[in-house]
Structures are given as structure tokens and as C-alpha cells.
DNA sequence: AATGAATGAGCTTTCATTCAT
DNA sequence: GATGAATGAAAGCTCATTCAT
């Protein structure tokens, strides 16, 4: 048990001083792509995390492998806020405290931002973590509908959208303006009285999503 | 008239092929930060304009001169077309095309968003364009407000804002897709029979939307 | 003409300055390679040549390119003493001649000893250098052989392999070393009274002369 | 006897497992060195024997001490081959059998044909070695001129860079085109009814062996 | 004593900017 | 004024050796 990861592979535990260096760069690594995004160099982690480059190159021998390590834990956090809000009693508040929070999270943290616009583009656990994600948002968006809140032609994927559209009001964005906007969109979300405009096209894909910019590095 | 800038300023007339090379270089880069945004180099413009780097540096010493010489011209190209959705007599018509030719724009040229986006941070004459575009969406607004279409408590700060948002579908996203959120912004935007959500904070600042994301270049 | 490379291929005459330049990254290369052999670094070479990376990077894109030029010129200088030496009267002078030279010049240069042994693998102008070479290496086997001084089951490969074994007689060792082995070598090439002992096998191949030690970096 | 190493100098004995990893690692170093040559990394040569890095460099501080443990082993087998080769009642196939194995045996392994090249430079155990051989050598060498099938102006050093100079075609050869090499060598060697050709200079010293190339590894 | 993690120098390659021609 | 060659800092990655566990 201990010896597993959350991945579920059995893997040998590493010795204490590596699973310290190994916590290091991890907790350096999220400040900087937090900072900078994913485009930060392994030289600037290494000095974050006061170790030598080397040793970052060893624990993680691809770039994308300390992006998957890093963001598996954060997006497992996403996750379980993501399904807090599903749970809420009251639909309507649990989407908005879907996008603020997601907002939020997404604008102190440019990283996080990138990963989930390329949607795992590449980074199989990442993208094991979207999949994860995935019903949750879908609850959210069933039990609005189902309470007569949430318009009936939006899915989950135009919630995912939406999130990112409203995170893209950048990290320098006060919290206020987020929830401003954050406020406009649920009322383009809400069932309106006069009916809502109708939505086209029918159904953006899962794809589509990845089309939202701010494409992280391509990873070789 | 021919040694006065269109931005007014005095200055000795160009040589005949320096202007033709002026002219070039514009041209190049247009194509070229439409397709690869603000950061492409000036070594790819130089070759795309078929003139050698330097001359490119001669022409604009200041990576931003090229930006400004450049979106100067485009931001004409904006304002003129906002004028004219301002003046359709159907002002919610004017407001959708608004939105969707707006977004279609941006999709269409990575360095327009970016420039949009970055709302001239820097770049005097870019903001200057800002400048006249302001009072056109205001008109937009206004009119669209007056014949109680568009609620009452946004600004034409949000309208760029929410343009902005839109814009951030990127270049693969499929037109149909922008259209999509057009709507769903606007259905956000439309004066609702059960009234509309309260938006905070009660006033966004023209910087507001500068914090937009898609940062332009990090300049050392 | 004037703008023809001895390859044939025509090319825009470089610039003076960069002509220099090109010139002394290939003294330098001729130096440090002959030092040090073909692993030796881009950085050196610039450094010798007192220029920096950049240019050694922008006049040979490939590491083989320099390998090339530099080789293909040197090469054309090993060819034309082969042909002197085949041209020699007296066919054993010409082949002591070939021999003693030969390895006297890949003792002196140890990036030629690596590129003749490689054959060219990998190296297309190299390898026509090669090709230039064979038919003069064969007109001295064919002489001396039809003078009745040479053995007649050995071939033009078995020349080169002859050659390539006298060389490994390192840089340090003396010229009136090398020349007791070419001796040495000769005699068991030459006719002999009493007849020569039969070689296996029958033919070496063209190939069996790349097995010649001393491999050059692999490139990429 | 257990307290004293080959070498004869008295040592505390190692622990039952440091002897054991001590043997693991020569019998490692024996294959990685045979396959790449002496410049192979002792991280190699530790995976290959299953023990870590750090237990190479405590028992063979210095990357000489592990060339030297193991080819002193390696080099009294071929001294024992060439007293074999020596006691032959035909000197001159004993002198064939020499060169014929000592190819192959070289052939079969490039850290040997570098240390014999190298001629123990710098390792005080392997040069040992050598003198072991030299009189083995020797003995065959007067043997053949006794018998008058050996030319009598060549020396012991003579044989030793023959050998040196056949063993450098490599691995990949074939021990058939070896063998037409040794052939070809031998002729040269052998007494000719006309007599052979002088062979300068008269005395080649036993350095001139470590002028044979196949440098090892560049010490910075 | 054994381990393998950590180190950091070194080499490669790219690219924004300057400058000789 | 135009050119594109030259520059050198920077980022990526590897690997021989040392050292904490």
C-alpha cells in the first residue's frame, strides 16, 4: 500500500533525501509554472528548488514528465472541488461556485491553465485526470437541468468553455472582475423566462475545447 | 503631407526604396504575427519582406515600433467596422455582428488579439487607436441600451472584455464555435423579462482589460 | 567560375568578411582535428578560430558539413599524390612512396586517419574524395603488378588496409618508425623467389576497409 | 595468502561480499570493456555487475586501478598462449600461431588491444605484464632465427607492433580478411632467398610500442 | 561497506541584436 | 541605406565523480 502511487503502479519507495529533493521540485515547480507557465526551463526549477539541474533530469527524465507528477496531484484537487459542487443541494450555486473557484484557480496559476486548455494534449495522466473530471462537470450540468436552472442545449463541454473563456482574464485580473464575468455568463447559461436564443452548432466535441489558446509547450 | 507621418509627427521623407521597403516589412509582418503572434522574430518578417534583418531593425529600432507602425493601420481597419455595427438601426443586430466579426478577427490574426488584448500596453499609438474605438463600442452600448435591449449595468469596458473572452477560442476553432458563445455572451448580455443577475463590481476599469491574458513577448 | 565550388555546385560568392571567417574555422578545424580527432567541439573550433560558435554553426549548419569541407579539400591533396605516385617510373617507388606519404600524413592529422578509415560513411563528398582515390590506388597495383614487382593476389584493397595499418603508428611515433614497418610491409608485398604464400580470402571487399578501427563520432 | 593480493602487497582481506562485488565488477568490466573499449563509463560497468556506482569507486579509486586488476589476469593469459606459441617444435608456426590469436584475441576485445597498445602507459601492473611477455617473445622470436625462417634483423618489439598494427582491424572484421593480414605480414617477415630489404631505424625501443594508437581515454 | 542520488561543469544548439562591409 | 554575417548569452541535456543515507 505504501509503496504504490496514486497511479496504481507498484514502484519501490525512493530513499528519504530523493523523496525530499523529489517534494522540492515539485513544490518549486508548481510556484514557478504557476508564475510563468509551462514554458519555464528545468534551470530555473533546479534553482527554485535548490537542487542542481541533474537531479531534476533524474527524477524527471522528460519535461512532461514532472508536468503529468505535478498536475495529477492539482487536477485530483480540481476534481474534488468540482464534485463538492455537483453535490451542492442547491444546483444553481454549485455552477457558480464551479466557475468562480475554477476561475480563480485557473488565473493564480497559468500552469494549471495551460493543462487543462491542451486537455492532457500528450500527458496521459493529465488527461487520465480530464476523464476524471468529466462526470463530475457532467453531474453539475444534469442535476442544473434537471432543477429547470441550467438551459437544456448546453453541455458539459460548453461548461468547460466557458470556464476557460472566463479564465483567460489573467492572473493580474482582481477576483471582483472574474466574478463580474463569471455572473454574465451564468446569465447566458440560465433558463430565461422568453426562452433561451438557440445554440449553434449542436455539439462541440471534447476536442473543441482544446482549441481554447494559451497552448502549452509543445512537448518533443 | 509627405514628411508628416500619419501619426503627425515631422520627420525627414524616406527614401523612395526605403519606403518601398517600409512597405514591404509592414506587409510581411502582417501575414507573419497573424500567423505566429507578436513573438515571431524579425529574422522570419526580413525573410517573408525578402530584405535582409537589419534593415528591418533600421526601419523600426524598437520591436514595438513595428507593432504600433503596424496595428496603427489595423486598429482603423476595427474602429471603422464598429462604427459601422453602432450604426445599424437594429442596435442588438449591431451588437451580435459586433461580437462575431470582432472574434472572427482576432481568430483570424494571433497578433490582433494579442495587441487587443494587451490594450496598447506600451505601445502609445495602439492605445491612442483604443482611444477611438472606445467611443464607438460606447455608442453600441447606448444605443443598444436605449432601446432596452442590452442591459443596463454593463459598459463598453465589458463588451471588450467579453469580445476578448470570445477571442480566446483560438485560431482552430471553428467559426460555428465562436458563434456558439457569441450567443450564449449575448443571451448574458440580453435584458431578461425576470431581470438580470446584479454584476460586480459596479465598474470595470478601461486597465481591466488589459489584464486579458496572452501576454505579448517577456521582454528582458 | 569564379563563383563555382570545386563540387560544381554554384553558389553566390560569400562576402569578404565571411570568407575570412570560413577560412579560419577551417584552419582551425584542420588544426584542432588534426590534434585531436573529429569529437573535438564546435566551441574549440570557434575558439581556435577566433570566432564565435554562432559563426562556425551559421558557415557549417551539420557537423559533417565541416567534416566535409575541410576533408574534401585535404582529400584532394592525398589524391594527387597518389596519382604522382602512381605515375612514378619505378612502380615500387611509387607504392613505397604511397605508403610512406600515406601514413606520414594520418600520423600528422588524426581527423584524416578517421575519415579515410570511415570510408565516408555518412560523409557523401568524403566518399566521392574516395572514389577519386580508388582508380589512382588501382593503376599503381596494376603497374607495379604488371612490372612483376608486386604479388599478384593482392588488390587495391588490400592496399588501403595496408595503408590504414601502418598509420595506427600513432602521431608520437617517428617517421623513421613508420618507415621500418612500411619496409616491413613491403616485403611481404613484394615477389618473392621462392613464392608468395597464398592470401585468404580471396577479396576483400571495399566495405572490409571501413572495419578499420578508430570510428569517427557517430553523427547524428 | 589470503591477506595478500596478487600484486604482493599486504592488504587487510575484504569482507566476504566486498570480495564478492570486487569479482562481480571484473567480471563486468571484462565484457563492457571487451565491448566498447577502455572509455566505457563505470556506470555501465556497475549495472552490468549489479552493484551501485559508489561500490566501482570505492574499490578502484581510480578508473587505472580497475584496468590494471583486471587485465593483469587477462595479460598473464596471453603470456601463457605465447610461451605456448614459443615452445612450438615449428617456430614458425608458433610465430603464425602468435600473431593469428593475438589478432583475434584483440579483436575479441578492444580494452585489450588498448592496453596492449598502450603498452601499460601509466599502469605500473600492466607494464609488469608486459615484461612478463617480453621474454616469451623473445624466445620466439630467436627460435624462428635460429631456424632461419625469421628474418634476423627484427626485434621482439618488431613482432609486438606487427601484432599491434593487424589487431587494429577491428571487431567488425572478419577472421578471415585477419588472417590474410597475418598472412601478408608474415611474408614480410620471413627470410627471402634474395634477402630482405634492410629495415630501418636498427633498433625500435619498447616505448615505440605505446606510440601505436587507440589512445585511452583523455584524462582532463 | 554499499548504494544510487546529487552535483555541476561541459557540450550542443538557437536566436535576438549588433555591426562590418 | 541595405545587407546578412557575427556575436554570445541562454537553454537544453549528459555524465563522471562525490557524498549523504
Known amino acids: 500500500m505504501s509503496s504504490v502511487t496514486s497511479a496504481g503502479t507498484a514502484v519501490r519507495p525512493l530513499r528519504k533525501d ?3 529533493n523529489r517534494a522540492l521540485i515539485l513544490g518549486a515547480a508548481r510556484e514557478v509554472y504557476a508564475a510563468q507557465g509551462l514554458d519555464a526551463g528545468f534551470d530555473e526549477i533546479a534553482r527554485a528548488a535548490g537542487v542542481g539541474v541533474g537531479t531534476v533530469y533524474r527524477r524527471f527524465p522528460e519535461r512532461g514528465d514532472l508536468v503529468e507528477a505535478l498536475f495529477e496531484q492539482e487536477i485530483d484537487a480540481v476534481v474534488a472541488r468540482v ?8 444546483p444553481w450555486r454549485g ?3 464551479f466557475l468562480r473557484w475554477g476561475a480563480e484557480a485557473q488565473a ?7 493543462v487543462l486548455a491542451a ?5 496521459e495522466r493529465v488527461a487520465a485526470g480530464r476523464d476524471r473530471l468529466r462526470p463530475a462537470v457532467e453531474a ?15 453541455t458539459e463541454v460548453d461548461l ?3 470556464l476557460a473563456m ?5 492572473d493580474a485580473g482582481s477576483s471582483d472582475l472574474r466574478d463580474r464575468y463569471v455572473t454574465l455568463v451564468l446569465d447566458g447559461l440560465a433558463v430565461r423566462r422568453d426562452g433561451p436564443t438557440p445554440l449553434p452548432p449542436a455539439q462541440p466535441s471534447e476536442d473543441d475545447l482544446a482549441c481554447v489558446v494559451a497552448p502549452a509547450r509543445r512537448h518533443r
Open 108 to 114: 493564480a496559476d497559468r500552469g494549471l491553465a495551460q
Open 166 to 170: 472566463i479564465s483567460q482574464l489573467g
Open 160 to 162: 468547460g468553455i466557458a
Open 119 to 123: 486537455a492532457g494534449r500528450g500527458h
Open 140 to 154: 453539475l450540468v444534469r442535476h442544473a437541468q434537471q432543477a429547470g436552472v441550467l438551459r437544456d442545449d448546453v
Open 95 to 97: 455552477l457558480g461556485d
Open 18 to 20: 530523493a523523496e525530499r
Open 83 to 90: 464534485e463538492q459542487a455537483a453535490a451542492d443541494p442547491d
